[in-house]
Nanobody, 116 residues
Framework: QVQLVESGGGSAEPGGSLTLSCTAS????????MGWYRQAPGEQRELVAV???????KYADSVVGRFTVSRGGAENTVYLQMNSLKPDDTAVYYC??????????WGQGTQVTVSQ
């Protein structure tokens, strides 16, 4: 069984920064892709940023230049550095991962709130 454990999140003022991290544990060899998704109230879950096993990344247009996704910890950990935060970034952020057998895994989510 694979678990994704998230940490970080919380509250920040507009223009501030937060860092999220997520570590995968359990029985798996490696993850094909790991990253972050978010869901605001009344909205569908959307991709924020993901990083593939060999390094390529993909970002939502709304976060380009502000957020950086990276992997570490023997590739079992994924980070999201969020800078220049905006109120529109307020959402529950979920860590997601897909292994090479295309099985999907999700964390429980962590709240990010950006307000004065």
């Amino acid at each position: 069984q694979v678990q994704l454990v998230e940490s970080g999140g919380g509250s920040a003022e507009p223009g501030g920064s937060l860092t999220l991290s997520c570590t995968a544990s359990g029985s798996f060899s490696s993850m094909h892709v790991m990253g972050w998704y978010r869901q605001a109230p009344g909205e569908q879950r959307e991709l924020v940023a993901v990083v593939f096993a060999r390094g390529p990344t993909k970002y939502a247009d709304s976060v380009v230049g502000r957020f950086t996704v990276s992997r570490g910890g023997a590739e079992n950990t994924v980070y999201l550095q969020m800078n220049s935060l905006k109120p529109d970034d307020t959402a529950v952020y979920y860590c997601g991962a897909t292994d090479f057998a295309r099985r999907e895994y999700w964390g429980q989510g962590t709240q990010v709130t950006v307000s004065q």
